[in-house]
């Protein structure tokens, strides 16, 4: 039961991690050519999409889980300390990638060029 609640905890968190807020980049649009900023935003997606969100929750939820473990092993609740963090590693590494996502995103557009607002 322990394994099905960690499973489903890394299921949570990866869903939470790919509905983390990845705002589209602001773009001052002053003398802008709209055709070629189209294609450019699909050239810097496609790099941003580069970096796979699902691989760093799972590397997170499997440290996060071995540090949860070992504390819990000194409070003596080893399998719910591991699920927290599990659930905690996989949400705190699937953030930093989509964070990562966005700001290689905005890099790319502003190495087109482009003023980038936010």
Known sequence: MNKLKILVTVG????????AAHPDPIVDMQGVNPELLAADWEDCEGYSEEIIIGNGVTKGAGVGGGIGAVGGAINGDVGRAAAN?????ATRS??????????????????RGYRILN
């Open 12 to 19: 949570l968190a990866v869903s939470i991690a790919g509905c």
């Open 85 to 89: 963090g599990a659930l905690i590693g």
């Open 94 to 111: 699937g953030l930093d990638a989509d964070r990562d996502k966005q700001r290689v995103f905005k890099r790319c557009l502003r190495g």
